[in-house]
């Protein structure tokens, strides 16, 4: 089965760091994504970790520990925009088990 | 310049009526899925297809099927919509469905379900 766990809320300032954890336990595993879905929208893809460590993009970073069966995004400089909710989702081949996503909530 | 697109976008059915979702690529994927996303919950797949190849999730009801014409076209048809089944409906393609970069998956913007 599948299990995946990550915070239901956060809230954070703009400007500021915020971590989103995410926890899994998949039966296989080829790596991990992150998506951001705005309301009412469709998720778009922020990164993907195949390897233990970090990935850094601009203002957002994903890290992997495959062993741990944990990965976390951050996102540093936090805009007024970036108020969306996150999805963690480990993939083995083809499938992707999201999780049920990270509200965050970035106020002024 | 839009590389899946769904539509409609908001589509109002009554219970029972069969409805059909389409959902079109300009990406030249291999790969289209279907994910039923009911509100403040993750995305749940239905099924996908690689190329011709139809594979369903072992616990998408029957209700629930699909057709690929051709690479770009892939569709969605509820038989008899029942009010659980009022939900946002997502499409998505890959290039291809193994580990790695092609695997990532685009989303269209999807077409919210109601059913009266």
């Known amino acids: 089965g599948q299990n995946i766990d990550q915070p239901t809320e956060m809230t954070a300032t703009e400007g500021a760091i915020v971590q989103i954890n995410c926890t899994y336990q998949?039966?296989?595993?080829?790596?991990l994504f992150w998506y951001q879905q705005h309301a009412g929208e469709a998720p778009t893809f922020l990164s993907y970790?195949?390897?233990?460590g970090l990935e850094e993009k601009g203002r957002f970073s994903s890290f992997l520990s495959r062993s741990k069966g944990y990965s976390y995004l951050l996102l540093k400089e936090l805009q007024m925009k970036d108020s969306a909710s996150y999805l963690c989702?480990?993939?083995?081949?083809?499938?992707?088990?999201f999780g049920a996503g990270t509200t965050v909530t970035v106020r002024a | 310049d839009a590389m899946v697109i769904q539509n409609p976008r908001y589509q109002v059915t009554q219970f029972g009526k069969p409805v059909t979702l389409s959902c079109s690529q300009t990406?030249?994927?291999?790969?289209m899925y279907w994910y039923q996303q009911k509100s403040s919950q993750a995305p749940k797949l239905l099924f996908h297809y690689y190329d011709k190849d139809f594979n369903n999730e072992a616990d998408t009801p029957d209700n629930f099927q699909s057709r690929r014409p051709n690479t770009s076209f892939c569709f969605l048809d509820i038989r008899s919509p029942g009010l659980g089944d009022a939900a946002m409906y997502l499409c998505a393609t890959s290039k291809e469905g193994t580990s790695g970069g092609g695997g990532t998956q685009y989303f269209g913007p999807g077409t919210r379900l109601t059913v009266l």
């Open positions: 970790n195949v390897l233990d």
């Open positions: 989702a480990p993939h083995n081949d083809y499938k992707l088990s």
């Open positions: 990406l030249n994927h291999n790969v």
């Open positions: 998949t039966s296989g595993f080829n790596g």
